[in-house]
């Protein structure tokens, strides 16, 4: 039985199947990237701790692309702003998943997942809140 592990529906939609464990990226209709993230298919470990703690250890960095995906050198770009994978992982390990990215020549290549670097953002923004609560009721 073969099974289908990539649709493109008539309205565009992009339905990309198994990538990884109970996981499944698609689009919305929009060009809006949506993943899986059904409470029903997580077991719950807590609420991420210590987020401004964590938060403060990532550089935000500006910086260009030294190459394209295919290894050209690339001339005349804009400058970006974002993170470094490394230095992501070194403060908050599930904000990358170290080298399991691998080029397409053969060399590891750092990611991110931003969903994870959003929960992180929304939990600090939530300590800080608290935080601010306790100077304004002071």
């Known amino acids: 039985a073969s099974t289908i ?22 689009t919305d209709g ?11 298919l997580k077991n719950n470990l807590g ?14 960095r500006y910086f260009t692309w030294k190459e394209d995906s295919v290894g050209d050198p690339l001339v005349a770009q804009p400058r970006l702003a974002g993170f470094f994978s ?14 399991a990215n691998l080029h397409i020549d053969g060399n590891e290549k750092w990611g991110l997942n931003s969903h994870a670097i959003l929960s992180l953002v929304l939990a600090g923004v939530k300590e800080i809140n608290a935080r601010l609560k306790i100077l304004e009721a002071g």
């Open 5 to 26: 592990r990539m649709s493109i529906g008539q309205s565009g939609v992009v339905n990309i199947a198994g990538l990884g464990t109970n996981s499944t990226v698609s």
């Open 30 to 40: 929009s060009s809006n990237l949506t993943t899986s993230s059904d409470a029903n």
């Open 47 to 60: 609420e991420i701790t210590d987020a401004v703690e964590k938060i403060l250890k990532i550089p935000a």
């Open 86 to 99: 490394q230095e992501v992982y070194a403060a908050f390990p599930e904000g990358s998943p170290g080298g």
